[in-house]
């Protein structure tokens, strides 16, 4: 086996240079796994590199769990796993599934790294929140396992993560290792549970850089031979592809030593390092067991074999419209409390927090003013306020609640208003912490979950979802 094939380097649009990643496909590597990009730079990359490669086939990946648009800019944003979890729909998570594999496909990405099947049951988890389904283990179970079956149908790998589970934890893995403390009788009754249930499905587990002192005291999931190797390989059964999470983020410290440690420890993938050129001549001055080079080559090909199998659309019937979210909005939407009603002539008027990312809520005013309703931003008083909250998770940030002073500020809001209602549109734990007559949960920021909010309030449907988390 070319050793280099173990390495399947990232790629950041706008960051990454192509000539280097076209050198990495030159010497072998065995894929690579994209970050941004427009629908075109994608698409081009991605042949690029395969045209390049001395394989016969490599595999390209993504992180598309909420669909394309959470990377592309001219791609949609798709419902967040949690909203589906609110909606508790298999069939709606069976369609994002399966639109994310066509629209991937069509760009020539064969392997999306989802479904995340970490339990959403720690509020202050920055990184995993709406990735999540729910708290509920079988909720989750059910819900992934329809996504997975939509991403066969479209014709894409798929990835578990982040195994044993990542949702239980205050620290972001992209900054620092963070530590799960449960007995394995706990983690084998929830954080695994879904693990156990989907593995016969999965074509990938991905290990997550975590510390599980019950299974392993010394080393973090991703380089542990406990984890991997006794508990997913020998005791789960797990006979497919095991990859590690990128290896360029911060929780496991020298990145070559923790890649060799991984591959040691029944790893197939080394994912992502931050200098992958430095990955592969050190990986050639080792003495790698052949019988793991052996296997880990037999895994890439079938791999291949599989991502084949269905042929890849075009990109006009992939990127065709659908009502799929605004059907998904509608079911998904949560109301807690007193509901805030408005009728054409009214006012509204509105206090953003958490906007870190400058997302516009162009589609909800507009909505509203569309049917005749004023908005305006706070300016002191209101008869009618909403307080739209927009933090969401976002990987190296190490933190998603509001801050001391955000909180006081939407406090002294509610203080000035005689009517309010809080809407998250992302994390739901954002809401849960005001005091406000009416939390309205929508999971997600894209323009149809926001539309779907507006119509809640002027009355044209009422809201059906139910909280997939404990607040």
């Avoid at 190797?229 to 999470?245: A, H, I, K, R, Y």
């Avoid at 306020?385 to 509001?402: E, H, N, P, T």
């Amino acid at each position: 086996m070319n050793i280099n094939r173990l390495v399947h380097p990232g790629f950041w649009f706008g960051k990454t240079s192509e000539e280097d990643a076209l050198k990495l496909a030159r010497l072998g590597a065995g894929g690579f796994c994209l970050y941004g990009g427009t629908r075109a730079e994608v698409s081009a990359l991605t042949r690029a590199l395969r045209a390049a490669s001395p394989h016969k086939k490599i595999l390209i990946s993504a992180d598309y769990e909420d669909g394309l648009g959470r990377w592309l800019p001219d791609a949609e944003l798709l419902p967040s796993n949690l909203a589906l979890g609110a909606a508790g729909d298999e069939e709606l998570a069976f369609e994002k599934g399966l639109l994310t594999a066509r629209q991937a496909k069509s760009l020539g990405v064969d392997w999306v790294f989802a479904p995340v099947v970490d339990l959403a049951d720690h509020p202050d988890n920055p990184i995993v929140n709406t990735r999540s389904f729910g708290a509920d283990p079988a909720l989750v179970t059910r819900l992934a396992g329809a996504f997975m079956d939509g991403l066969a149908r479209g014709g894409a790998l798929n990835s578990l993560k982040h195994f044993p589970g990542h949702g239980n934890t205050a620290t972001d893995s992209h900054l620092a290792l963070p530590v799960l403390l449960a007995t394995k009788q706990h983690l084998l009754e929830r954080e695994l549970a879904p693990f156990c249930a989907l593995l016969p499905k999965a074509d990938c587990v991905m290990a997550g850089h975590l510390l599980v002192p019950a299974l392993d005291d010394q080393r973090p999931a991703s380089t542990s031979p406990k984890i991997i190797g006794e508990l997913l390989q020998t005791e789960m059964g797990f006979s497919n592809c095991v990859s590690t999470d990128a290896l360029m983020m911060k929780a496991l410290g020298d990145e070559k030593q923790a890649a060799l440690s991984a591959f040691l420890a029944g790893a197939h993938i080394l994912l992502a390092p931050e200098k992958p050129f430095e990955l592969m001549e050190f990986l050639h001055a080792q003495k790698l067991p052949e019988d793991k080079l052996r296997r880990a080559e037999q895994i890439q090909n079938l791999l291949c074999a599989r991502a084949d199998e269905i042929p890849s659309p075009t990109q006009a019937a992939a990127f065709e419209s659908t009502d799929f979210s605004a059907r998904a909005a509608r079911k998904a939407l949560t109301l807690s409390g007193a509901p805030l009603t408005l009728k054409p002539g009214e006012t509204l008027h509105y206090l953003d927090t958490g906007n870190d990312e400058n997302l516009s809520s162009a589609p909800f005013l507009n909505t509203l003013a569309a049917h005749g309703v004023r908005v305006e931003k706070f300016n002191g008083t209101a008869d009618k306020l909403a307080v739209l909250c927009w933090r969401r998770y976002q990987a190296f940030k190490g933190k998603i609640g509001l801050s001391e002073e955000e909180i006081a500020q939407v406090k002294a809001a509610l203080r000035r208003a005689k009517q309010h209602l809080v809407i998250s549109f992302a994390n739901p734990w954002t809401a849960g912490g005001i005091p406000a007559g009416g939390r309205l949960f929508t999971f997600s920021p894209s323009p149809a979950f926001q539309q779907a909010a507006a119509e809640c309030l002027l009355g044209l449907f009422t809201p059906q979802g139910k909280l997939p988390v404990s607040l």
